[in-house]
């Protein structure tokens, strides 16, 4: 997108916000967002979506954006999480500078708070188990029942949640909650939970507390401990918005206001974390970066550059509804960039030896081909040809109808930056299969223009077999055959709607030897089949590519159609 468009554009309501407070003076002029992910998963796209827009922000506004982790629960955060992170933040091309933070580093501040609330007479120690707190809440039109323990003196609760602390309770015995109304239409101000009681290591803190904070009760502090000025969230957090107001008036502190967008959903794909994390651990994917997975991980090793994902959240925008994006806008996103930066090269996937009876047994000349026609200063290079080559076997038909414009007995073909050729005999083994494609080609015809004029229907790939690499391609279909795995029909789970074909390995594949030192995740256009990249298992002696895309774009289909 062009500065003049970017500019001409309407800011979406989180900007138009940021800008009128910019334009009152509402903080000073700060404009300080983060990125706050609990280190227990992958990122993945719908990640991107809310990185994009806060580091986005501060960038255009002169702020800052920190990176922080939100690791307030032991049983489910992992240091290999927390590096992930980072490694696809910086991927995406974002830079917290010294501001990376962690919600652990603040336990004791967060603590002698909820001292402070205890002493105001605004939280309690309950005894109630979860399960009686969760009967005890009521429902949207009946209101909650007051904990026995509600009305405990400010001592007591002193000196139970320091006991709580010093582990002298076992794991789920106790809470500490906040005093609020039991009879608020908003379930989380029915005197939600701050505190739980779990002794469980914590990957940073270790075996330093026994005690952990609640999201909503941390959260908000971490906000302000952090002087953030815009504390932006997804939508499913509106209705915790009241209690975020309420812990910070409480404490009379740096108070950052909260603001709610509509996460992104993409149809035939999961994105909670939970259920991303099944796909791994029952080994339904080969791993969070398998390329079928919608994490950054996934994507980055099946192909996806940065701009891409950064162009795709700029245009599916901010806004305050639900809705899903279609998959194909993120490949049409992904293709619109690919096709200006990945060299285009010949592969075939599916080889099926061509022989060109008139030419030459030993000779191999070297033909020019050009690296990307959409970008000037990708230039050419030299590609081998001899007497044998390979094409898709796709590309012959031995008994074809009139429609088939490719290479069959008696037809005449282009061989991309090369001759014409015209197939004369195919040699089958016993079992009827064609083993070659016997064909004569036109010296006239070099460059793969006739001097004559005469016209051909068809331009076909191919690689010259002397000088052919081995090649595995993996073609990936989506991972799930619905449309919105999430939306499960009764007594099945969302793994129901696995894709079969999801993955389709084809180990046989020939591409020009230009290939030979490609390096781990270089994007290539492989001319008439889509673009690939080279995955990270990729080896000198094994080549693998991962289908990043097909060159159709459905996206542009689906557009022209609703015209
Ligand atoms: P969980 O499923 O465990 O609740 P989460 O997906 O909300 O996790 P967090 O690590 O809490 O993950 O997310 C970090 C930030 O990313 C949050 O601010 C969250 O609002 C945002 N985020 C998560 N999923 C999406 C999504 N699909 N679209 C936009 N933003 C998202
Ligand atoms: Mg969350």
């Given at each position: 997108?062009?500065?003049?468009?970017?500019?001409?554009?309407?800011?979406?309501?989180?900007?138009?916000?940021?800008?009128?407070?910019?334009?009152?003076?509402?903080?000073?002029?700060?404009?300080?967002?983060?990125?706050p992910p609990e280190p227990n998963g992958y990122l993945h796209i719908g990640h991107a979506k809310s990185i994009c827009l806060n580091f986005g922000i501060a960038s255009e506004f002169g702020g800052k954006c920190h990176l922080r982790f939100?690791?307030?629960?032991?049983?489910?955060?992992?240091?290999?999480?927390?590096?992930?992170?980072?490694?696809?933040?910086?991927?995406?091309?974002?830079?917290?500078?010294?501001?990376?933070?962690f919600g652990s580093d603040y336990f004791q501040q967060m603590y002698d708070w909820a001292v402070e609330l205890i002493k105001k007479g605004k939280a309690y120690v309950c005894d109630l188990t979860g399960e009686e707190i969760r009967q005890t809440r009521g429902t949207p039109t009946q209101p909650g029942k007051d904990s026995p323990y509600r009305n405990r003196s400010v001592d007591e609760?002193?000196?139970?949640?320091?006991?709580?602390?010093?582990?002298?309770?076992?794991?789920?015995?106790?809470?500490?909650?906040?005093?609020?109304?039991?009879?608020?239409?908003?379930?989380?101000?029915?005197?939600?939970?701050?505190?739980?009681?779990?002794?469980?290591?914590?990957?940073?803190?270790?075996?330093?507390?026994?005690?952990?904070?609640?999201?909503?009760?941390?959260?908000?502090?971490?906000?302000?401990?952090?002087?953030?000025?815009?504390?932006?969230?997804?939508?499913?957090?509106?209705?915790?918005?009241?209690?975020?107001?309420?812990?910070?008036?409480?404490?009379?502190?740096?108070?950052?206001?909260?603001?709610?967008?509509?996460?992104?959903?993409?149809?035939?794909t999961v994105m909670s974390k939970r259920k991303l994390l099944k796909l791994v651990q029952e080994?339904?994917?080969?791993?969070?970066?398998?390329?079928?997975?919608?994490?950054?991980?996934?994507?980055?090793?099946?192909?996806?550059?940065?701009?891409?994902?950064?162009?795709?959240?700029?245009?599916?925008?901010?806004?305050?509804?639900?809705?899903?994006?279609?998959?194909a806008l993120l490949q049409h996103c992904l293709r619109e960039d690919l096709n200006k930066t990945s060299p285009r090269v010949m592969a075939v996937l599916n080889p099926v030896k061509v022989v060109i009876e008139n030419y030459p047994e030993d000779k191999v000349e070297y033909l020019d081909a050009i690296n990307n026609p959409e970008d000037p200063t990708a230039g050419s290079r030299q590609i081998p040809f001899s007497r044998e080559i390979y094409i898709e076997r796709d590309d012959f038909m031995e008994d074809a109808p009139k429609k088939f414009f490719r290479l069959t007995p008696g037809r005449e073909v282009r061989l991309r930056y090369a001759y014409f050729i015209i197939c004369t005999s195919v040699i089958k083994d016993?079992?009827?299969?064609?083993?070659?494609?016997?064909?004569?080609?036109?010296?006239?015809?070099?460059?793969?223009d006739a001097p004559d004029g005469r016209k051909v229907k068809s331009t076909l790939h191919w690689v010259c077999a002397k000088n052919a690499i081995d090649?595995?391609?993996?073609?990936?279909?989506?991972?799930?055959?619905?449309?919105?795995?999430?939306?499960?029909?009764?007594?099945?789970?969302?793994?129901?709607?696995?894709?079969?074909?999801?993955l389709n390995v084809l180990s046989n594949c020939k591409v020009e030897p230009y290939l030979k030192d490609v390096k781990s995740l270089s994007r290539w256009q492989f001319e008439r089949l889509g673009y690939f990249c080279v995955d990270t298992d990729s080896k000198d002696g094994k080549l693998i590519f991962n289908r990043t895309a097909t060159l159709r774009d459905e996206w542009a289909k689906i557009q022209q159609n609703s015209k």
């Open positions: 997108m062009s500065e003049q468009n970017d500019n001409q554009q309407k800011l979406d309501f989180v900007r138009q916000i940021v800008a009128d407070d910019c334009q009152s003076g509402k903080w000073d002029g700060r404009v300080v967002t983060r990125f939100d690791d307030t629960n032991p049983e489910k955060e992992e240091q290999e999480y927390v590096d992930s992170i980072i490694e696809d933040v910086k991927w995406l091309g974002w830079d917290w500078g010294q501001n990376l933070f609760n002193l000196d139970l949640f320091e006991k709580m602390r010093k582990g002298e309770f076992p794991d789920g015995s106790k809470t500490l909650r906040a005093k609020i109304d039991m009879a608020s239409p908003n379930f989380n101000l029915r005197d939600p939970v701050m505190y739980r009681i779990v002794h469980a290591s914590h990957h940073r803190t270790a075996d330093n507390w026994c005690i952990y904070p609640m999201y909503d009760w941390a959260h908000g502090l971490e906000d302000s401990i952090e002087k953030i000025t815009h504390s932006i969230c997804t939508l499913e957090f509106e209705n915790h918005r009241p209690l975020y107001d309420w812990f910070l008036d409480q404490l009379g502190i740096y108070h950052p206001q909260q603001i709610e967008f509509a996460r992104l959903n993409l149809t035939y080994k339904l994917v080969a791993g969070w970066d398998d390329p079928r997975m919608p994490t950054i991980g996934g994507m980055r090793r099946r192909g996806f550059s940065p701009s891409a994902i950064r162009n795709f959240c700029d245009k599916i925008s901010v806004n305050k509804f639900n809705s899903t994006i279609d998959f016993p079992a009827g299969n064609i083993t070659e494609i016997h064909c004569t080609y036109d010296p006239a015809t070099k460059g793969g090649a595995e391609a993996r073609m990936y279909e989506h991972l799930f055959t619905k449309e919105n795995p999430d939306d499960v029909e009764e007594g099945k789970d969302f793994t129901a709607y696995l894709n079969p074909n999801s």
